[in-house]
Structure formats: structure tokens, C-alpha cells
């Protein structure tokens, strides 16, 4: 006979919480790999010193949000309560088990007034990365980079159509230089400079979250996203660097600055970077290569007009600096425009009465005009690594290492979605994010 067990929720108990929390858990193995004492000094310019009521700790401030990210916990009420019945949690917080926890609003009210314009959330990521290189996790051969989208808090059918102006490309600047120079080379007179009038472009503002951007890509959800533009370093997969922009900036737009950022301020000497398909235009090639960096990129097949030859079909002379058609026929170069393509006009006394004419132009002048981006040789050096056998090889540890990183990020810290409306709120949800996923990555290696 079954005798039933009497109920012990009233029976006194001394216990230490120590013992109460397994000795792989990992809040116990994060707590014995990382220092998190910097933080109150890094934030102690924003406390008064003798006024005021007192504050929460501001590292146990930060730890309860870590908490919200190591664990997918993206609503900071439902984190509150969790702290308050988790044993694990209460012990990484330095809390005892009858102590009272926190209102959920002193998170948020701290996040939107005493943190808001402060760079804290970027120097616990920084110093987060500088931790792990104490330990030797960071320092391989090659830098991966990549972004990934994650859906802004907006309806994507509340939005405006406005007039914004076009952000310039962030290489500007440097190829007006080289269009500058390459037309000078070829005797060809300064382009005349463009009258100072703002270029717009009618844009979807979203009403709920202007910040956010429109994003249309091929083979992704159509809406108001942002992008989290991460690098990670080849040895263990560390994140050295991220960064949000809306959804509706390119890929190739910041990576060159945040790989600028991530080895000025890491003193990082990798050889390579590996990028997708993405990122593989001729301004990436080239500025890689001034910092002699070996661009490991992926490969989009070009796309071809049905019935006509494709670009490959007409063969580049180096020597000469000419094209030869599939007729036979040299295209001498003719000028360079302003978006960087020196232009090779074919002879429309030999065209007109081509047999294969309307395979190569459809052109009223009957001219077969080729491009050439006075860049190009980097993209072709960059080709020649992909090819290679060491190239192959770099570029598989792409899903290694940042697609992983993305992947992690959306299975088990909440990242799919932003927790926060504006992009400075994004900025910290996806430095906090990457911080948390490098911590778990030093706890598991240290415990190794």
C-alpha cells in the first residue's frame, strides 16, 4: 500500500545556496571565467556620489541582463519573475534566497534615462572581447564577416512614402580619386562637379519605427528589419565586432569600417577575411587589398540577357588594354564614367553588318559598349583566391564560425526579433547579444 507523502513546504531547512547550484551550470562556469567588477567603474561618472536614494549595483545591473540574453528571455517583467523562483540565477546575482528582487521598471527606466546616450553597452562588448583574448581564444588566420536580419517591431503595411536623401556609397570618396586619376592617365579631361543639389529617392518610413528600413532581398521576408553586421574571429568563433543599420543598407557599405574598428582597437593581425557573395564588389576587393588583406569571397553567378553573349565571351587583352568580341573585332577603351567604368566602344562601321549583331547589342548606334571598373584587377586577385584550393577551404569556415554565430544567436538568445523600437536600442540589443555569446563560448572553453 502506496502511504501518502505529507506536503513539506513548511519544514525548516538550512541549506547553503552554494550547494543548490550544479557545478556545470552555466552561470557558475560564466561567474569563474569572466570578471565583471569593470563595469562599476566604467559607469560611476553616471551616479551621483552623495545624493540621491540608493542604486542598484550597477554589476548586478548588468547581470540581470545578461541573464535576459544567455537564456532567450526578451521581456524584462517575465525576467524579473524568473530571477525571483531560479536558485541559479539568484546565486550569479550575488542574492540571497529571501532577498527582494528588483521592479522590472528600474531595468527599463535605467536603460531609458541614466544608460541612454552612454557607450557603456559598447565597452562591456569591448572589454568582453579583450577578456577572451587574454585566454587565447582569439587570433586565428582569417576575420569572417556577415549580417543577418532581425524583424523590427512595425507592421510592415503602417508605412509613409517620403522623399529621404540618398546616402552617398561609403566609398565616395576614394573612387572619385581613381576616376580622377584614370581619366588624367588616359588624357581625358575632369569630370565637371555634379551641382551640390540633395538626391532623394522615394522611401517606405515606417509609423511605428522610423529607424527601421524596408527590406527587399531575394530569397528573404519582405518588411521593416534591421541588420546586425557581425566579424568573427576564425579561431573559436569570438565576435570581434557588430553593428546595426537598417534593413535597406547593403552589406558591402560598412563592412570596411567595422573591420577598420575591430583590428584598431584589438591590435588584430589577420591575413584574411571571408565574406559571401554579398559583399563581393569591387570596392570591397580593392579596399581589402590596400590593407593587404586576402578577400576569401563567395560567388554569384552573373546574370545574362536571354540570347545574347555573356561578358566572359569577350576576351580582355591586358597588354593592349583592349577587348576582342567573338567576331574578332578589338573594343578600344573610350572613357571612364563616373561610377568607376572605363568604357569600351566597339566600331559601329564593323557592327552594323555583323551576322551576330543582335546576339551582342541591341544599340540604335549599333556600338557594343563594354565596362571595365578601374578596380577590376582587385576583383580578378580575388577570383584567383576563390578558385584556390586554400580559398575553398577558408571560405567553408564561413558556416563555421559567423553563420554559426547567427544561427545560436536566433536559436537561443531571442535575436530573431527586436526586443526594442529605435536603432540606439537595436545597437544594444545586438552588442549585449554578442557579448553573452562570447561569454558562454569563454565559460565552455575554460570548463573544457
Not at 569593470?38 to 554589476?59: K, M, T
Not at 584598431?264 to 557573395?277: I, P, Q, R, S, Y
Request: with cysteine; net charge positive.
Amino acid at each position: 500500500m502506496l502511504t501518502p507523502k505529507s506536503p513539506q513546504q513548511y519544514e525548516f531547512e538550512t541549506v547553503y545556496i552554494n550547494e543548490l547550484v550544479p557545478e556545470d551550470h552555466l552561470v557558475r562556469l560564466i561567474d569563474m571565467a569572466i570578471d565583471f567588477e569593470f563595469i562599476r567603474d566604467e559607469v560611476a561618472h553616471l551616479y551621483c556620489q552623495n545624493n540621491g536614494r540608493p542604486s542598484v549595483d550597477p554589476v548586478r545591473f548588468f547581470k540581470i541582463l545578461f541573464l535576459g540574453y544567455l537564456f532567450g528571455i526578451s521581456s524584462e517583467r517575465r525576467l524579473i519573475k524568473e530571477i525571483q523562483v531560479n536558485v541559479a540565477y539568484r546565486w550569479f546575482l550575488g542574492m540571497g534566497l529571501t532577498e527582494d528582487v528588483i521592479h522590472h521598471s528600474t531595468l527599463s527606466q535605467n536603460r531609458i534615462k541614466r544608460f541612454k546616450d552612454s557607450d557603456i553597452y559598447q565597452v562591456i562588448f569591448d572589454n568582453i572581447v579583450r577578456q577572451a583574448m587574454k585566454q587565447g581564444l582569439i587570433g586565428g588566420k582569417s576575420l569572417f564577416a556577415d549580417s543577418t536580419h532581425l524583424k523590427a517591431n512595425a507592421n510592415k503595411k503602417r508605412f509613409d512614402i517620403k522623399d529621404l536623401k540618398v546616402t552617398p556609397s561609403a566609398y565616395v570618396e576614394q573612387l572619385n580619386e581613381a576616376v580622377t586619376k584614370d581619366r588624367e592617365v588616359e588624357g581625358k579631361k575632369p569630370l565637371k562637379c555634379k551641382e551640390d543639389k540633395p538626391c532623394t529617392k522615394p522611401t517606405k518610413v515606417s509609423r511605428t519605427d522610423p529607424d527601421s528600413g524596408f527590406m527587399v532581398r531575394d530569397e528573404k521576408p519582405k518588411g521593416f528589419f534591421y541588420l546586425d553586421h557581425r566579424i568573427v574571429d576564425g579561431r573559436h568563433g569570438i565576435i570581434v565586432d557588430t553593428h546595426a543599420t537598417p534593413g535597406n543598407v547593403h552589406d558591402s557599405q560598412p563592412v570596411i569600417a567595422r573591420i577598420d574598428r575591430a583590428r584598431d582597437t584589438f591590435k588584430l593581425n589577420h591575413v584574411a577575411v571571408g565574406l559571401d557573395a554579398g559583399y563581393f564588389t569591387a570596392a570591397v576587393c580593392h579596399h581589402l587589398e590596400a590593407r593587404q588583406l586576402i578577400g576569401v569571397m563567395g560567388y554569384r553567378r552573373p546574370t545574362k540577357k536571354k540570347g545574347y553573349f555573356a561578358k566572359r565571351e569577350y576576351v580582355y587583352n591586358a597588354d593592349n588594354d583592349t577587348y576582342t568580341c567573338p567576331q574578332g573585332q578589338v573594343i578600344a577603351y573610350n572613357t571612364t564614367n563616373r561610377e568607376g567604368y572605363r568604357q569600351y566602344h566597339s566600331d559601329a562601321k564593323q557592327c552594323i553588318n555583323c551576322p551576330v549583331r543582335t546576339q551582342c547589342t541591341n544599340s540604335k548606334n549599333y556600338t557594343k559598349v563594354i565596362t571595365r571598373h578601374v578596380w577590376q584587377k582587385s576583383v580578378e586577385n580575388a577570383n584567383e583566391v576563390r578558385l584556390s584550393e586554400w580559398g575553398k577551404k577558408q571560405y567553408r569556415r564561413r558556416a563555421e564560425t559567423v553563420e554559426r554565430s547567427f544561427a545560436d544567436a536566433k536559436q537561443h538568445h531571442g535575436h530573431r526579433y527586436c526586443r526594442y523600437r529605435g536603432l540606439s536600442k537595436v545597437s544594444m540589443q545586438c552588442l549585449l547579444a554578442a557579448a553573452c555569446q562570447n561569454m558562454k563560448k569563454m565559460a565552455l572553453a575554460k570548463a573544457a
